[in-house]
């Protein structure tokens, strides 16, 4: 009560932050006159000028109000299009690390210009993160206009780039990209062995397009770069048909966590069933041998049971694709971990891609937190501030809007089954549509929309549907959502990007319907009369009460809820909102209140009676504030652990730069090497004990194992008062001695390449090791719960030791592989081709119409172009010696055919050699 009557009074905190940018705002409207007055030359030259004045002492918080002008009015003459006060404030605070919160259509994209281009003149580099590649594309086209006007550099990332095309893009004033690409990339950086080789620059900022779709949405899971392991594709499929016998009986099912467990019963008999079909290694399904076959079967239960095909996945072009739960994308090279992914394909019967290890990874929330300024916009970020703060120390601040909202959010309706609820849905559809009213439908799954557009079929309503099967088409159906008695179908409409216009989107109909259309004045005739079309009908739109927003399920945030409603009423527009619940939808049937209110719900509806209160909106909310609540919590840990991960990461990945940008890793080896002795004289001679405690056979036979080396231990042991630092002393200079002879027999640039180059593949070797050992640690860490001892804590003591001992590995396998090395400076011998299999191959020369593809192998009796066989006296001689002749010069045979002489080579390497006098032919 007290707070409300504070804020009635004073406002809240974000009125008053925001009402304190206006100075700001008021100093940049002032110098609108003067800078208007500049011509465009003198307009371009002001990002020159501003450098200069960073480069003498000035801050970029300095510059701010007359770079912010001068976007503005490069914005003008380049787009026609000027920045409200509104979007400035958004720039600010865009500047200054933070997220702007900022309703749809109230122009983002635009605003982020002013942040970007004052942030980019400093030439370290602004990163743009967009939520797919059409945008990332799309945007640095467009906005790209600008900033080149301004003299500013644009590159754009996406995948299946060169690595040069795409450091050049990193190298530019301005770099859009996806934030999967830009953390792969980040990875494969640190894969890399040499320091020119390397795309990223180091970081600066960043602005994150729909931040809360990817910090909060995506951040579930690490980003992981894999290699395939072994191939088990029959384990797979025999185990995807013990799951498909399984009963739901011998079953538990949490599909809250999408887990599932066998009863004891159903362990019993799923035992006998393995054992019946020979996949145990003994009788007892929990033995130690058995570990791969449960771990596998758990995996195949939860693809059968719990993942459901156009709802968690798609199968397009015989590959099983991820859809992303909270943007209806698929996600193209996503896979599931552990197995799971390999169980879907087994179940969907499509090819079986092996098992991956990883070799690096990274969640968002460390990526991210690597840049020193990180700021974001989105229309919804205000519900997950805390998680922003509390991950990311990134504040929300909610820009107000440049005209009042108009929109009517009506509350939502219950029914008390999915088809009548769908029913409902139909008609009100029709009746909309009718009138000529726009109609954006939002539904949770493909399978949900497939089903709404059979309903709608029914009722003779046309429509269009949007979801991962038509991802290539999202921004043409997006974009013509708003025309006159359109019907769209949406599955998931976070972070589309591409705004709703009343009427139409005129640029993509001029696109669409004139693209072919040669430039002249016909063209400008058809675009004048299109444009005409497109404001009349408008204002048909708008007096149909704008466009109507219909959600047929509440999702498991209120944000993404919040986000579907924002696709109506931008700029002032009229719109309506309004979602259509049931017993049956997911949230209420996993999370929402318990059986009474299902039993009241069945007891006082008639089928396709509806209902509406605000008592079922608040058991809504608080059924969403669960799932919210439980998704933080899976954040969270997900940070936590990767948090330890993240330390060794760091150290990792510092030492490979320092190695990297070394030209002699000599000192490092040095180093390595004599901790490595003083690790093994430790061992065997533990402080504190006595020599004849000591284990000297251990010692010797580890020197021997590592360097090669016999020393007289018994001898030394004679000498009166040694000690173990004795031992590691005269060890260690035994080894320096044997070394330095090793590299006084070879070029020493040479070696010291040689020592760096095995350095840098240890690192990776075991790095990648420990990763998967953590990985599985982490599975099975939880465990530790169960006799009340802490998991992250467990879990942070075990990955410091297995840390230690990664580093005490690598010393010794480093030193021992350089003690053994020899440097062979001599030309190797050409291998042998394999022989080829009894088929032939075609590459048809698109000039020539002859046949290359066939190279020869020399392999014995094959037949060549005459029928004559290789191996034949012809083709010996031939072979055998220097060719002074060439039979077969006037067959006009391509150079890159087999030689018909059969001897395996190609005709250009064989008889077709330059200078080889042509003779007649061979009858």
Known sequence: MFEALVKSVFGSSNDRYVKSLSKIVKQINDLEPQIQALSDDGLRAQTDAFRERLDAGATLDDILPEAFATVREASMRVFGMRHFDVQLIGGIVLHRGEIAEMRTGEGKTLMATLAVYLNAIEGKGVHVVTVNDYLARRDAEWMGQLYNWLGLSVGVIVPNMDEFTKRDAYNADITYGTNNEFGFDYLRDNMKHSRKEM?????????????????????????????????????????????????????????????????????????????????????????????????????????????????????????????????????????????????????????????????????????????????????????????FWDIYKVNVVEIPTNLPVQRIDEEDEFYKNTMDKFAAI????????????????????????????????????????????????????????????????????????????????????????????????????????????????????????????????????????????????????????RFYLCLEDDLLRIFGPDTLFAKMMNSNLEDGEAIGSKWLSKAIETAQKKVEGRNYEARKQVVQYDDVMNDQRKVIYEQRSEIMDSEAVDDVVLDMRHDTVNAMVGTACPPGSYPEQWDIAGLEEKLEEVFNLKVPLDEWLEEDQVEPEILEERIRTITDQLMDEKVGKYDEGAWRSVEKEVLLRQLDFHWKEHLATLDALRQVIWMRGIAQKQPINEYKQEAFGLFEGLLDTLREEVTKILFRAELVQQQPEPQALPDLPDFLTGHIDPLTGLDNSNDGDGSEKRPDLFGSLAGSPAAEASSGGAITHNPYANLNISRNAPCPCGSGKKYKHCHGAVGIPPVAAPV
């Open 199 to 387: 795309m990223q620059r180091p970081f600066s900022y960043a602005i994150v397009d729909e931040v809360d779709s990817i910090l909060i949405d995506e951040a579930r899971t690490p980003l992981i770069i894999s290699g395939p392991t072994e191939d088990k594709s029959d384990l797979y499929v025999s185990l995807d048909e013990v799951a498909k016998e399984i009963p739901d009986d011998w079953l538990d099912k949490d599909e809250k966590t999408r887990n599932v467990q066998l009863t004891e019963d159903g362990l019993e008999e799923v035992e006998k069933i393995l054992i019946e079909k020979e996949l145990l290694e003994t009788d007892n399904l929990y033995d130690v041998e058995n570990t791969q076959v449960v771990h596998h079967l758990d995996q195949a239960l939860r693809a059968v049971h719990m993942f459901k095909r156009d709802d968690n996945y798609i199968v397009k072009n015989d590959k099983v694709i991820l859809i992303d739960e909270f943007t209806g994308r698929m996600m193209e090279g996503r896979r599931l971990s552990n197995g799971l992914h390999q169980a879907i394909e087994a179940k969907e019967g499509v090819k079986i891609e092996p098992e991956n290890q990883t070799m690096a990874s990274i969640t968002f929330q460390n990526y991210f937190r690597m840049y020193p300024k990180l700021a974001g916009m989105t229309g919804t970020a205000a519900t997950e501030a805390a998680e």
């Open 426 to 577: 139909a008609k009100a559809i029709k009746e909309k549509n009718e009138i000529g009213q726009p109609i954006l439908v939002g539904t949770v799954s493909i399978e949900k929309s497939e089903l709404l557009s059979q309903f709608l079929d029914k009722e003779g309503v046309k429509h269009e549907i949007l979801n991962a099967r038509q991802h290539e088409r999202e921004a043409h159906i997006v974009a013509q959502a708003g025309r006159l008695g359109a019907v769209t179908i949406a599955t998931n409409m976070a972070g589309r990007g591409t705004d709703i216009q009343l009427g139409g989107n005129l640029e993509f109909r001029i696109d669409d319907e004139l693209g072919e259309m040669e430039d002249g004045p016909d063209k400008d005739a058809a675009i004048t009369k299109l444009t005409e079309e497109v404001k009349a009908e408008k204002q048909q739109v708008l007096d149909a009460g704008g466009l109507f927003v219909l959600g047929t399920e509440r999702h498991e945030s209120r944000r993404i809820d919040n986000q579907l409603r924002g696709r109506s009423g931008r700029q002032g527009d009229p719109g309506l909102s």
